[in-house]
């Protein structure tokens, strides 16, 4: 779900439509496959390393989310824009 909102905070209003739609279209592609690993590493290796694998996944998309902590909205890069071409004028 905060993907969707970070896909359409990021973009302007014209193209938000499309960022939901592919947005929405990785998580269904995702949702639908996410059981068949996890399966076979319960199948595998237990309960134990399928938990440890939940975590160690979370652990990966918290570090490749983090850059995106600094990104600015639409919103605001257009008060930017406005600011620094009243500034200017």
Same mark, same amino acid.
């Given at each position: 779900?905060?993907?969707?909102? #970070?896909?359409?905070? +990021?973009?302007?209003? *014209?193209? @938000?439509?499309? *960022? %939901?739609? &592919?947005?929405?279209?990785?998580?269904?592609?995702?949702?639908?496959?996410?059981?068949?690993? +996890?399966? &076979?590493? @319960?199948? %595998?290796?237990?309960? *134990?390393?399928?938990?440890?694998?939940? @975590?160690?996944? #979370?652990?990966?998309?918290? @570090? +490749?989310?983090?850059?995106?902590?600094?990104?600015?909205?639409?919103?605001?890069? /257009? %008060?930017?824009?406005? +600011?620094?071409?009243?500034? /200017?004028?």
């Amino acid at each position: 779900m905060l993907i969707g909102l #970070c896909g359409a905070e +990021l973009v302007g209003p *014209s193209t @938000v439509g499309a *960022s %939901e739609g &592919f947005l929405g279209w990785v998580a269904y592609l995702g949702a639908a496959n996410a059981g068949i690993p +996890l399966s &076979f590493i @319960v199948k %595998e290796y237990g309960w *134990s390393a399928y938990f440890s694998t939940l @975590v160690a996944a #979370c652990g990966v998309a918290l @570090v +490749l989310l983090w850059p995106m902590t600094r990104l600015r909205s639409f919103v605001q890069r /257009e %008060e930017v824009r406005v +600011l620094r071409e009243a500034k /200017e004028a």
